[in-house]
């Protein structure tokens, strides 16, 4: 028996291994990096999304709390969704490193970096 797999999302904040995914299965696979795929599980029509995601295998990035993970496994019936995953503390030091080698607003949908930015209590950014 042969197990078909429609498409692979991986599930997971910024700085847990998405570009490096995204890196191997490219290698492999159609592979979209970006932060629009979660949006556009919710805001399109079926038809819409069934049409902009075909030709699509691996989907990567993206903030989790935008996507609509049930929606996707209803209209891709056997694509499996991997949760990507990593400590706390190594994933703050990862982030507030990337948010400081951009100047400020340089980020697509850089909530992180605004805040950051904008706020001068580093700490309170951080414990948020």
């Known amino acids: 028996m042969i197990n078909h797999i429609n498409k ?3 599930i997971g904040f910024h700085k847990t291994g998405t570009s490096a995914y995204h890196n191997l299965m490219s290698q492999h696979f159609r592979s979209v990096h970006d932060c629009e795929w979660p949006k556009n599980s919710r805001d399109l029509s079926d038809t819409e999304l069934l049409a902009k995601f075909k ?3 691996c989907f990567t990035d993206g903030y989790p709390e935008e996507c609509d993970f049930k929606r996707l496994d ?3 019936p056997g694509s499996k969704f991997i949760l990507n995953d990593r400590s706390m503390k190594t994933w ?3 982030r507030i490193k990337w948010v ?3 100047p400020n607003g340089s980020i697509p949908n850089g909530r992180t970096s605004q805040e950051y930015h904008s706020n001068s209590n580093k700490k309170d950014v951080i414990r948020n």
């Open 74 to 76: 209803l209209l891709f």
């Open 92 to 94: 703050l030091y990862s």
């Open 100 to 102: 400081n080698r951009r």
């Open 55 to 57: 030709s699509i295998d």
């Open 8 to 10: 692979i999302f991986f």
